[in-house]
């Protein structure tokens, strides 16, 4: 009978450990689709050398967060029904997430600089807390103007 019990006690940890896995897992991908949604935005963004910098591509900070924005992390928009939510719908699994565009003009290969470059380097960063571990993911890509 004792050996029963070790083994239906390291079953039921063993799954907890694998649904553990399964829940990083899965945000880690949310955060990697929130941030290639924001590289898709800057790539595919329209600018012409003649025509002003898309606000898009304008250089500086952007910090997106809820309540303003809502990321994907944690959030199931057909989980609404009263029936479906309780006092404990997400109290171990509060996802806290943020996603920050960083846009930065380089010289490009005409050896312009500041204003006059037509190439930015763009870095968006998707953060996100889960069970108090904060996790920052990273993509970086590269930009000039549609024409030259």
Request: with cysteine.
């Amino acid at each position: 009978m004792s050996v029963f019990a070790l083994f239906a006690v390291t079953s039921i940890y063993a799954l907890s450990q694998a649904n553990r896995f399964a829940s990083n897992s899965r945000y880690r991908t949310l955060a990697l689709a929130a941030a290639q949604q924001k590289i898709d935005q800057i790539m595919t963004t329209s600018w012409s050398v003649a025509g002003a910098v898309p606000a898009v591509l304008t250089p500086g900070t952007t910090t997106e967060q809820a309540p303003n924005i809502s990321l994907p992390l944690n959030g199931d928009p057909f989980n609404s029904e009263t029936g479906l939510s309780s006092a404990f719908s997400n109290s171990d699994t509060q996802v806290l997430d943020s996603r920050t565009t960083v846009i930065t003009k380089l010289t490009d290969c005409s050896g312009n600089t500041g204003s006059a470059s037509r190439l930015l380097s763009a870095t968006v960063t998707v953060t996100y807390t889960y069970r108090g571990l904060q996790t920052n993911l990273s993509l970086t890509t590269l930009r000039s103007t549609d024409d030259f």
